[in-house]
Nanobody, 121 residues
Framework: QVQLVESGGGLVQAGGSLRLSCAAS????????MGWFRQAPGKEREFVGR????????YYTDSVKGRFTISRDNAKNTVYLQMNSLKPEDTADYYC??????????????WGQGTQVTVSS
């Protein structure tokens, strides 16, 4: 079955960096658009960004542009989220998700279990 497993979360001070990884199995990874989402306590899930199947294009929500970078390694079936200049408002559970095509409603076919990121002020 399809599995997406995130890792790399943790506690970091404001201004610091973290790199999240999402390892995929059970699917032909290069066929899937990969997205990153986050959900802060008491808030709705929020789209963070996505990357095309080949990795040639990325798209980010405005609040993370210039600070976050999504990349992928199709040979390793892994997508990454590099987070720099972290702010306390970036504190959330972060999820990766996979879908065969770009979707704007957040309805990705497969989801990971999430990894927690806490940014202290």
């Amino acid at each position: 079955q399809v599995q997406l497993v995130e890792s790399g979360g943790g506690l970091v001070q404001a201004g610091g960096s973290l790199r999240l990884s999402c390892a995929a199995s059970g699917l032909t990874f290069s066929n899937y658009v990969m997205g990153w989402f986050r959900q802060a306590p008491g808030k709705e899930r929020e789209f963070v960004g996505r990357i095309t199947r080949s990795g040639d294009r990325t798209y980010y929500t405005d609040s993370v542009k210039g600070r976050f970078t999504i990349s992928r390694d199709n040979a390793k079936n892994t997508v990454y989220l590099q987070m720099n200049s972290l702010k306390p408002e970036d504190t959330a559970d972060y999820y990766c998700a996979a879908n065969l095509f770009v979707t704007y409603d957040g309805k990705y076919a497969y989801w990971g279990q999430g990894t927690q990121v806490t940014v202290s002020s």
